[in-house]
């Protein structure tokens, strides 16, 4: 078992040996570093435009909304204003209608009335007139 121990310490001195060789030679982190900075330079380069076409069109929305800004009380008291007129115009015709409708109602009731008594007076007519005091009307003929 004791082999088995010191075969896996030597393995692991040697890797351990292996990675201080390589942060000891710099090198690659140099060649890493420029290659980054390289590559960043051309990014910021296709990103340049990008990001004027980006600058103006917020410029120009910013100028838009601070002008939407400036006409939203205006809209708002003309919103108001309206709604006042629509208000009044809508109470006017409720008022109206409230008084046409109070005048037809008592004309309707005169005339349900009126045509219930008639009614009555015709179904009493006829009883009236078919009976004549008796049941059936006498057959004739037979």
């Known amino acids: ?3 088995d121990i010191q075969k896996v310490m030597i393995r692991i001195k040697t890797a351990q040996k292996r990675l201080q060789a390589a942060f000891s030679d710099a090198s690659w ?3 890493a570093r420029t290659f980054a900075e390289k590559q960043g330079v051309e990014v ?3 990103l340049a435009s990008d990001l004027d076409k980006v600058r103006t069109f ?8 601070e002008r939407f800004q400036k ?11 309206f709604m006042k007129v629509q208000r009044k115009d809508l109470e006017k015709l409720l008022a109206s209608i409230g008084k046409t409708s109070a005048k037809k109602r008592p004309a309707k009731k005169k005339t349900a009335k ?10 009493t007519a006829r009883k009236k007139s078919s009976t004549n005091g008796k049941a059936h009307p006498a057959p004739t003929g037979v």
């Open 1 to 3: 078992m004791n082999g």
């Open 71 to 81: 006409q939203i009380p205006g809209e708002v008291k003309k919103f108001r204003t």
């Open 58 to 65: 917020l410029e120009r929305e910013r100028k838009e909304l």
């Open 29 to 31: 982190i140099e060649d």
């Open 44 to 46: 910021k380069k296709l």
């Open 114 to 123: 009126a045509s219930t008594q008639a009614a009555s007076r015709k179904t």
